[in-house]
Nanobody, 121 residues
Framework: QVQLVESGGGLVQAGDSLRISCTVS?????MGWFRQVPGKERDIVAA????????YYLDSVKGRFTISRDNAKNTLYLQMNSLKPEDTAVYYC?????????????????WGQGTQVTVSS
């Protein structure tokens, strides 16, 4: 029913910038970006409420990453600046029913396939 498709990942050098996107079919949701490294749990990176008025960022990405959305285009964005090798991961777009922002992985109902972001040193 609900499909999320990420795009924009790639290979970049440390210090570079990258913007990844997520297109969502159907209605709008509160949403978030998660990332996962092999052997590790999938962790929250940033989240945004349905309207886009409230946001959350993982401490390690504050000041470098910006989450935003364009509801008219049903698109979620994550602008990543000053990328570091430790940012290397598969980034997943997620959506949940409800208006409020959530940082809890279990609260998300829909997930994209992920897009690989690799930052070389």
């Amino acid at each position: 029913q609900v499909q999320l498709v990420e795009s924009g990942g790639g290979l970049v050098q440390a210090g570079d910038s990258l913007r990844i996107s997520c297109t969502v079919s159907g209605r709008t949701f509160s949403m978030g970006w998660f990332r996962q490294v092999p052997g590790k749990e999938r962790d929250i990176v940033a989240a945004i409420d349905k309207i886009g008025s409230n946001t959350y960022y993982l401490d390690s990405v504050k000041g470098r990453f910006t989450i935003s959305r364009d509801n008219a285009k049903n698109t979620l964005y994550l602008q990543m600046n000053s990328l570091k090798p430790e940012d290397t991961a598969v980034y997943y777009c997620a959506a949940r029913r409800g208006l409020a922002l959530s940082t809890t992985k279990a609260s998300y109902d829909y997930w994209g396939q992920g897009t690989q972001v690799t930052v070389s040193s």
